[in-house]
């Protein structure tokens, strides 16, 4: 009996070329809208699936290939009697060869003006249908579903029969395609129902690359992206010169990615070491910022991260190239700019729109057999979301201040302090066991610079040490969340020393 392959693609990459090579190896090639007319068009003789099941497609091509006479063909086995008497007493040819892949759903709701009727309309029944019944039967059917593995195809078919092995590879393929397409679709109609917390968390990835290896040597990594994201992310990021990233540069990047984008209103600059902050500054350029970010640690930048806001240019490229950085993340590189910056090898450049993807509401984290879901942390707090909870008020220099360390301190990892005077970081605490102990470590790195300055907490202050140690390290104002039954210990304190504390109501805790 005369080997046959079905063929029915969104995707018409290289479809003809394939086509043409099952051609020359006698395959009779079965198909179904603008694939059979792209096949046509192309000069190889086709047969429209109807000519296969004696019954035209119907309901605008929704029903096309749901039939026993497809199904039959691709799902009998070859080593079965039974099913071949069956199929011989039905008079149904097998299907060999299956090729498909799904109707654009992930492109149709990425696009803006997406409507619920257009999404649903690209919701692919037969296709998955087809693809999981061939998968199912991958001992007797090669099934294709990506255009990068039909080289490979033709290749193993030239040599008479694929491999059991590479069938089920391909049939592997297959199951992970279709978890992705129903994945997406679940989580579609997840957001339109507004759904909150559903029954089954269902997440899916895309693989942009294998990494050398994760946090260390001996551990296996990859890193994966959202299938739609939109934005600023380092998963759409375009590298521009330097070597391929690591585990820790992604996490690095992401962490300098997401502090920048706290300041939209002006020029600004972040540097981070191991996750946190090691400077951020604003100015009236980005070559002032950046300046001030490496000012405000030039120790702890060097073999850091930095994410700007606005395009590198000559001033600030001559600035970053004065010392080792891993990373520099920009909207843009002016032309000059990078003359200037890929003299440095290693130095990674890459470049990334600064809008933020406001559908990218919630953060996964993965313990030991579970994930944690929340949304992401996205509060912001402006001026008239504080209390003034001292005898002496902030005046707007003040709360200018104030407000610059609260956006740095959300990401710091807690215990976290932050300094800060001018539109510049002066010192940073993290991750301490207690709060008093991060504040001496910032209040340390600022030196001299500290007094006069304001000082930001991430969360409360359980007793009035901190405050204290404040005072004696000169620090004017303190904006924290509050909320500790010895809040009034603390205000007293503020009081006693003529310090400003404000209160924001919202914590930043970040493990």
């Known amino acids: 009996m005369k080997k046959r392959a079905l063929l029915s693609v969104s995707d018409k990459s290289n479809l003809v070329e394939f ?12 198909s179904t809208g603008g694939t059979l007319k792209a096949l046509q068009e192309a000069g190889l003789k086709a047969l429209p699936v109807s000519a296969i099941t004696n019954f035209e497609e119907i309901l605008d091509g929704r029903v096309k290939t749901l039939h026993p006479f497809i199904h039959a063909g691709v799902l009998a086995r070859r080593d079965d009697p039974s099913h071949q008497k069956q199929l011989e007493e039905r008079a149904i040819g097998t299907i060999d060869v299956v090729v498909v892949n799904l109707y654009p759903f992930k492109e149709t709701i990425a696009k803006p003006e997406v409507t619920e009727a257009d999404a649903i309309e690209n919701i692919d029944i037969g296709g998955p249908t087809m693809l ?22 033709i290749e193993a078919l030239e ?30 109609f997840i957001d339109i129902t507004e759904e909150q917390d559903p029954e089954t968390y269902t997440v899916t990835y895309e693989k942009v690359q294998s990494l050398r290896y994760g946090e260390n040597p001996h551990q296996k990594a990859a890193f994966y992206k959202e ?12 590298q521009l010169h330097g070597k391929e990233l690591s585990y820790n540069n992604i996490q690095d990047a992401n962490a300098a990615l997401e502090i920048v984008l706290e300041f939209d209103k002006g020029p600004a600059a972040v540097a981070v070491k191991h996750m946190n902050p090691c400077g951020v500054g604003i100015g009236d350029t980005i070559a002032t910022a950046y300046q001030k970010a490496y000012e405000g640690d030039p120790v702890s930048i060097f073999g850091g991260i930095v994410a700007l806001n606005r395009e590198v240019d000559v001033a600030t490229a001559n600035q970053l190239k004065e010392i080792f950085l891993e990373i520099v993340i920009a909207p843009s590189f002016s032309k000059e700019a990078l003359e200037i910056l890929t003299v440095k090898p290693n130095i990674r450049l890459l470049e990334t729109p600064m809008e933020k993807d406001q559908s990218d509401s919630q953060k996964v984290v993965s313990v030991v057999g579970g994930l944690l879901v929340q949304d992401r942390d996205n509060g912001v707090i402006t001026a008239d979301d504080i209390t003034v909870a001292t005898e002496r008020k902030p005046d707007q220099a003040e709360l200018d201040e104030l407000l610059f360390a609260w956006k740095v301190v959300k990401h710091v990892k807690s215990n976290a302090i932050v300094v800060a005077k001018s539109d510049q970081t002066l010192g940073v605490g993290a991750g301490q066991m207690n709060r008093v102990g991060a504040a001496q470590i910032a209040f340390e ?59 924001t109501g919202m914590r930043h805790f970040k493990h």
């Open 159 to 188: 040599a008479e029969q694929p491999t059991h092995d590479f069938r089920k590879k391909l049939a592997a393929k297959v199951y992970r395609h279709t978890a992705n397409y129903d994945a997406m679709i679940a989580n579609y």
């Open 19 to 30: 086509a043409q090579g099952l051609d020359k190896l006698g395959y009779e090639l079965i």
């Open 227 to 238: 299938g739609n994201v939109k934005g600023a992310s380092i998963a759409n990021a375009k």
């Open 445 to 503: 790195q600022a030196g001299e610079k500290a007094k006069g300055a304001v000082m930001a907490s991430d969360a409360f202050f359980p007793m009035p040490d901190t405050v204290e140690a404040a005072a004696e390290a000169g620090i004017k104002a303190i904006i924290q969340p509050g909320g500790s039954k010895r809040d009034q210990d603390s205000i007293d304190a503020c009081n006693k020393h003529g310090i400003v504390m404000v209160m």
């Open 132 to 153: 999981r019944a061939a998968a199912k039967n991958f001992r007797d059917v090669t099934v294709v579903v990506d255009p990068t593995d039909y080289l490979a195809v």
